[in-house]
C-alpha cells in the first residue's frame, strides 16, 4: 500500500481521538513555538499536521498566519469540520512532504511525529530540501520523533529513532540546535512513548 493511501484509511476508518498520537492539548507543539519568540502575525506551518488540534490551539493564543499540510486530504477535512468558520482563517495544503514547493517562506515549520517516517534517505533528502527552500535565515525548523527508546513503530510503519545529535546530522550544517529535550507521550489506551523534542534555527 503507498503512504498516501495508508494514511487516508487511518483518517477514514478512526477518530481523531482514537490514533495513539492524539493529544487533547498539544502542550510540547505550543512551549516549542513559544519559545521561537516569533510574532503573532508569524507564518508557522504544521507539516503532517493531520487531525491534530494544533492549528486550534494556534489560533486561540492568537497566532494569525497558520498553514497546515497533510498528505491525507481525508485528515484536513477532519480538522477543517471542527474548526468550522475558523477555518477560513488558515491555509490548508494536501501535499506529500517529500515532493513539496513551498510557494511562500515561514517563520516557524513544525512537525511533530512526521519525519520519523520517512525510512528512506532519499525521502528525508527531500524532506530538507523542502524545508531549506521553505525557512528563511532565522526559521525555526521544530521536529519531534521518537527517541531510541521509543517504539519502532507507528501505525504499523515503521520509523527511524533519534536523538538530538542524530537530527543534527539529519538536517545538517545549515541549522544550529537552539534546544532539544526528551519526553513522554501517553497515548488515548495509556502506552507511553518516549520522544525526542528539538527546535533549530536556519544559519
Ligand atoms: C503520526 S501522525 C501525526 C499527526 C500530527 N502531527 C500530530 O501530532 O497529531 C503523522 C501524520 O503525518 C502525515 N504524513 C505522513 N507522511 C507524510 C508525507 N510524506 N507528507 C505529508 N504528510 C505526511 C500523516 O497523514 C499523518 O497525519
Not at 488540534?53 to 497533510?70: C, F, K, P, R
Not at 498528505?71 to 469540520?81: F, G, P, Q, R, W
Not at 495509556?190 to 525526542?196: H, V
Request: hydrophobic share 40%; glycine share 8%.
Amino acid at each position: 500500500m503507498d503512504r498516501k493511501t495508508h494514511w487516508e484509511n487511518v483518517y477514514s476508518t478512526l477518530k481523531p481521538h482514537e490514533v495513539g498520537w492524539y493529544q487533547a492539548y498539544p502542550e510540547m507543539p505550543l512551549h516549542l513555538i513559544a519559545s521561537t519568540g516569533v510574532d503573532k502575525s508569524a507564518a508557522i506551518i504544521d507539516v503532517g499536521g493531520g487531525a491534530s488540534n494544533l492549528v486550534d490551539a494556534l489560533q486561540e493564543n492568537g497566532y494569525s498566519d497558520v498553514t497546515v499540510l497533510d498528505l491525507s486530504a481525508a485528515a484536513l477535512e477532519v480538522t477543517k469540520a471542527r474548526l468550522g468558520q475558523a477555518s477560513d482563517r488558515v491555509k490548508w495544503l494536501a501535499a506529500d512532504i517529500t515532493s513539496f514547493t513551498p510557494q511562500q517562506q515561514y517563520n516557524v515549520w513544525h512537525d511533530r511525529a512526521v519525519f520519523h517516517f520517512l525510512t528512506e534517505a532519499e525521502d528525508r533528502l527531500r524532506y530538507m530540501e523542502a524545508a531549506r527552500a521553505a525557512l528563511p535565515p532565522g526559521g525555526h525548523l521544530i521536529m519531534a520523533t521518537f527517541a531510541l527508546d521509543g517504539p519502532p513503530q507507528c501505525s504499523g510503519l515503521d520509523v527511524v529513532r533519534y536523538t538530538p545529535e542524530r537530527l543534527q546530522q539529519e538536517v545538517g550544517d545549515g541549522f544550529t540546535l537552539a534546544e532539544s529535550f526528551g519526553g513522554l507521550h501517553i497515548t488515548p489506551s495509556q502506552g507511553k512513548q518516549s520522544y525526542t523534542f528539538c527546535r533549530f534555527i536556519r544559519n
